[in-house]
């Protein structure tokens, strides 16, 4: 297998992340790696759990990123840190149980099989959602319909944050231009890899804690309607 590394913004995780690293560290793969990324935000025993696990496995490698400005400048620091370290593919993914270690293979399979995008779906045959809102959920199914009616878009769930790319998926992307801090990441990661080879993986999402603010959405909606202009700043599609 070609030298992957999971991107995972972490923070104030230490009731999971102990287990989390050691789940994936189990897998049966010689090269694949953790990279755990956390900033100031975290204030509990995250940090310490990551860097206990680092001195026993040269597969974890904990990144402190001073310059973050929330999860998603996590989620672009990691891509640009795996990069960086010779990844040929690089793996999303959150770090607080929200998504299964065990589905990795899945998108490792497909990977090897030469899709350059893999996504993971929670609205395809296989894929699911626990303990989550009624609302979270509403917001999550009806957001993957606009974003498909207004973007062009085909895919069954636009907004996981659960997915797998080659390496030259990321090369091509001006990382610091892209336009959501927040939510709508992972919409306009997918739609500015719609014409790539691609293909939705099931997952399971475990349902958290966190809540979603009204201005959250309403910056969804915002971007939403950006990013057909502003794509260009990012150039990810490829010229077919």
């Known amino acids: 297998m070609k030298k992957t590394i999971i991107v995972m913004p972490v923070a104030n995780e230490e009731t999971t992340m102990g287990r989390i690293l050691d789940e994936i560290l189990a897998l049966p793969y010689d090269n694949l790696y953790i990279y755990p990324v956390i900033d100031s935000y975290s204030r509990d025993r995250t940090e310490e759990i990551i860097r206990e696990r680092e001195k026993i496995s040269s597969k974890v490698r904990c990144i402190f990123y001073r310059g973050s400005k929330g999860v998603i400048s ?8 795996a990069l960086k370290d010779g990844a040929q593919r690089i793996i999303e993914m959150d770090g607080g149980g929200s998504h299964l270690p065990s589905e990795i293979p899945g998108f490792i399979q497909k990977l090897e099989e030469g899709y350059e995008c893999v996504w993971g779906s929670r609205f395809i ?7 989550q809102p009624l609302y ?7 957001g993957t319909y606009l974003a498909n009616f207004v973007l062009g878009t085909r895919l069954k769930d636009m907004t996981s ?13 001006n990382l610091d231009q892209f336009l959501s801090t927040g939510h709508m990441y992972q919409t306009e990661m997918r739609y500015y890899c719609r014409n790539f080879r691609t293909v939705e993986v099931p997952i399971h999402y ?11 959405v309403t910056e969804a909606l915002r971007i939403l ?3 057909k202009k502003h794509e260009a700043k990012v150039r990810a599609v490829p010229e077919r």
Not at 136 to 142: D, K, P, T, V, Y
Not at 161 to 173: S, V
């Open 206 to 216: 475990m349902g958290s804690s966190s809540s979603l603010k009204g201005s959250s």
């Open 125 to 131: 045959p296989g894929g699911g959602i626990s303990d």
């Open 74 to 81: 996590c989620y672009l620091e990691g891509f640009r840190q």
């Open 225 to 227: 309607f950006q990013l």
């Open 161 to 173: 944050g659960f997915e797998g790319f080659q390496r030259h998926i990321l090369e091509q992307m």
């Open 136 to 142: 979270r959920r509403i917001l999550s199914s009806g």
